[in-house]
């Protein structure tokens, strides 16, 4: 094992960020913004409901914010707390599944506090493409969670990937991610930047294996790998916590990081902090800075194209919250102009996750010349009850179909085959192509979609 305490390669934003350098952690804080609940992977580890378990520990669940929000939130932070250098975002979801929230975050919090490091944490999925983008804006620091190397392990912790605009499972989707988190990795250094590794000790699946990645990962130059135990228990209600995937003993930990034969570095004071974490390293004040403790800007406004396709017009789109959700928005929200309905199926009222089968409610926009507002919640009268193949209740379905009648689009993580032509059938366009994706971004997406099909009536919009 190589010396664990303070790397430094001369850079100087190292002494000052308290995960890459161990003497930094006592001195300087750092703070996460729960800016991307979005994910592209599945890990066996991980457990939606709560943060990314790459970076953070389950069973906390943070507080979402759009990056306006996110922004107020660093203003009250460095505030109150001046030894802050360092923000993050590192989930709850992958912070490279919701590329457009994160970098507008990274963009507006290297403007607001040039003094501020911004650093990343990602999966890799999409890394490579995202690169120069990431190096234009400024971030200082990029984490990626690095498993294994051989896809065949992979497929043990990653159950599927989302790529392409699909799902691909088992080894063939564990061997894309691989190798997007080493081409990533590799294109980072290139750059110049300062890369650690996370690697989540899984015994049974990966433990041994790790002596080959921590190799690998000093080999290809990277500046700090981070060897995590796994945290794991069913109550998180994870793969492995249902199964039974016991934790590493700190034995061997200790054992697999002495054992380890690379040149890197090895961070040994990680704290496994939450997607929400605020302060030094092992205590979390994020308490003292929820959104009804800070001063927020007015809600978010999304620059949405209009559907003349002549200029850029502020477009707002309400997020249903439990209690709006709730209620029957029956008054118009535009006076005027042609518009579409597009409805939604999502768990949360935040991304699209959710297979329209098992959908028992729909949320419904209406997308016009003046923009996109959230208009209802309908009750889906959920016909797919999991026992059966999705269409057979074939009377269930039309009540699906008639709660959507008037929609143009459904916009849902999956959908089976029956009800895909069904839906085609009474002119409703099944789209799952935004499969996990926030519901603002997927809306602002296929609206760009359909001006780019020129669809929507120039003469009478607006
Ligand atoms: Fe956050 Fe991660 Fe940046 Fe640190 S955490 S994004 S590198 S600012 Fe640090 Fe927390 Fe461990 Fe992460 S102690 S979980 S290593
Ligand atoms: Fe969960 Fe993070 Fe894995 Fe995505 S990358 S599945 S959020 S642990």
Same mark, same amino acid.
Request: hydrophobic residues 20%; aromatic residues 6%.
């Given at each position: 094992m190589s010396a664990s305490c303070t790397p430094s +390669?001369?850079? !100087?934003s190292v002494n000052t960020h308290p995960c890459f350098s161990k003497d930094a952690h006592h001195k300087y804080a750092r703070m996460h913004l729960a800016v991307a609940p979005a994910c592209n992977i599945q890990c066996n580890? @991980? *457990? %939606? $409901?709560?943060? @990314?378990? *790459?970076?953070s520990r389950p069973g906390v669940v943070s507080e979402l914010l759009t990056p306006d929000e996110a922004v107020a939130k660093v203003a009250a932070v460095k505030e109150k707390i001046p030894q802050l250098t360092v923000v993050g975002i590192a989930g709850p979801g992958d912070p490279l599944a919701n590329p457009e929230r994160t970098f507008e975050v990274c963009e507006k919090v290297g403007k607001a506090f040039p003094d501020i490091q911004l650093c990343l944490s990602t999966n890799g999925l999409t890394l490579p493409a995202h690169v120069d983008r990431i190096k234009a804006l400024g971030v200082h620091h990029v984490t990626i969670t690095i498993n294994t190397l051989d896809p065949t392990i992979g497929s043990y912790i990653y159950p599927w990937i989302y790529a392409k605009n699909r799902r691909i499972r088992g080894e063939k989707g564990a061997r894309l991610l691989l190798e997007n988190q080493q081409k990533g990795l590799k294109a980072l250094v290139e750059q110049g930047m300062l890369v650690k590794v996370n690697s989540v000790l899984i015994p049974g699946v990966n433990d041994q294996h790790l002596l080959e990645v921590n190799q690998w990962v000093s080999d290809q130059g990277a500046f700090l790998h981070n060897i995590m135990p796994l945290i794991s228990? !069913? #109550?998180?209600?994870t793969y492995y916590g249902l199964m039974g995937q016991r934790n590493p003993s700190d034995e061997e930990l200790e054992q697999i990081r002495m054992a380890c034969t690379g040149d890197v570095e090895q961070m040994t004071?990680? /704290? &496994?902090? /939450?997607?929400?974490a605020v302060g030094?390293? =092992? #205590?979390? /004040?994020n308490a003292e800075f929820t959104k009804d403790q800070i001063e927020l800007p007015s809600p978010a406004v999304l620059e949405l194209p209009s559907f003349t396709g002549r200029s850029i017009i502020p477009i707002s789109v309400e997020r249903p919250t439990s209690e709006s959700a709730s209620v +029957?928005? =029956?008054? !118009?929200?535009?006076?005027s102009g042609p518009e579409r309905l597009i409805a939604i199926t999502s768990?949360? =009222?935040?991304?699209? +996750?959710?297979h329209f089968g098992h959908a028992k409610r729909f949320l419904v926009y209406r997308a016009s010349a003046t923009g996109v507002t959230f208009l209802e919640e309908r009750d889906?009268? %959920?016909? @797919?009850?999991?026992? &059966? &193949?999705? =269409?057979?209740k074939e009377s269930a379905l039309e009540l699906a179909l008639n709660s959507l009648n008037d929609c143009e689009a459904i916009l849902c993580e999956r959908i089976g085959f029956m009800p895909w032509q069904s839906l085609e059938e009474a002119g409703i366009q099944p789209v799952n $192509?935004?499969?996990? #994706?926030v519901i603002e971004d997927a809306l602002k997406a296929y609206c760009q979609d359909l001006l780019a099909k020129s669809s929507i009536n120039v003469a009478q919009a607006g």
């Open positions: +390669n001369g850079d !100087p580890y @991980c *457990n %939606r $409901k709560y943060d @990314c378990t *790459n970076e228990a !069913p #109550e998180h209600g004071h990680c /704290r &496994q902090c /939450r997607a929400d030094m390293l =092992g #205590e979390d /004040r +029957n928005h =029956g008054a !118009p929200m535009v006076e768990e949360d =009222g935040v991304t699209i +996750n959710q889906a009268s %959920r016909y @797919c009850h999991g026992d &059966q &193949q999705c =269409g057979e $192509k935004f499969a996990g #994706e």
